[in-house]
Antibody, heavy 122, light 108 residues
């Protein structure tokens, strides 16, 4: 079955760290750019980060730059988001998403995980 | 920096009616443009990419048009399952992959 499954969310104190993972199945994972998108409770979608197929190139939203690190393991078909120096405003559901076409840098997201909730609170 | 503006914020319609949703970009994004549908508690679902191409499995009552700065999503006849929030997205310019604020289509 073609799917993305996120894990790793939870409750963390301000200033803390958390590592999210997204496992892909049913796709040729190593040929796709992968992204993280988040959604605060009751709010809209916000793009967070992306990584190229071989993991050598990454980009971040200004709001998370220097605090979040995206990485991937093409053997385990996994993309990770290491989050540190977490703030209350990072509270959100975090989705991983795949672009529609293999090796395409600029493309819409046609496959999404179910999301994992991150709550930053003392 | 490109800003996406969606209108209206909320659209109140009855099943069977036509829905017209708009999204305007502050600068041209060519056709690097998508529409997504999101229902409560669910991940977004890609409807339209390249401004006017339906994604796999999307019913033909959904259509997208426009290029440059002005885009429209049309739902020709609303089905009960179409009541949801719709987001536009550009994927060509800074901020990368930015989404619009969303339009809620609710039952009148």
């Amino acid at each position: 079955e073609v799917q993305l499954v996120e894990s790793g969310g939870g409750l963390v104190q301000p200033g803390g760290s958390l590592r999210l993972s997204c496992v892909a199945s049913g796709i040729t994972f190593s040929r796709y750019w992968m992204h993280w998108v988040r959604q605060a409770p009751g709010k809209g979608l916000v793009w967070v980060s992306r990584i190229n197929p071989d993991g050598s190139s990454t980009n971040y939203a200004d709001s998370v730059k220097g605090r979040f690190t995206i990485s991937r393991d093409n053997v385990k078909n996994t993309v990770n988001l290491q989050m540190s120096s977490l703030r209350a405003e990072d509270t959100a559901v975090y989705y991983c998403a795949r672009v529609q076409r293999q090796l395409m840098i600029l493309d819409a997201f046609d496959l999404w995980g179910q999301g994992t909730m991150v709550t930053v609170s003392s | 920096e490109i800003v996406l503006t969606q209108s209206p914020g909320t659209l109140s319609l009855s099943p069977g009616e036509r829905a017209t949703l708009s999204c305007r970009a502050s600068q041209s994004v060519s056709s690097y443009f998508a529409w997504y549908q999101q229902k409560p508690g669910q991940a977004p679902r890609l409807l339209i990419y390249g401004a006017s191409n339906r994604a796999t499995g999307i019913p033909d009552r959904f259509s997208g048009s426009g290029s440059g700065t002005d885009f429209t999503l049309t739902i020709s006849r609303l089905e009960p399952e179409d009541f949801a929030v719709y987001y536009c997205q550009q994927y060509v310019s800074s901020p990368l992959f930015a989404f619009g604020p969303g339009t809620k289509v609710e039952i009148k």
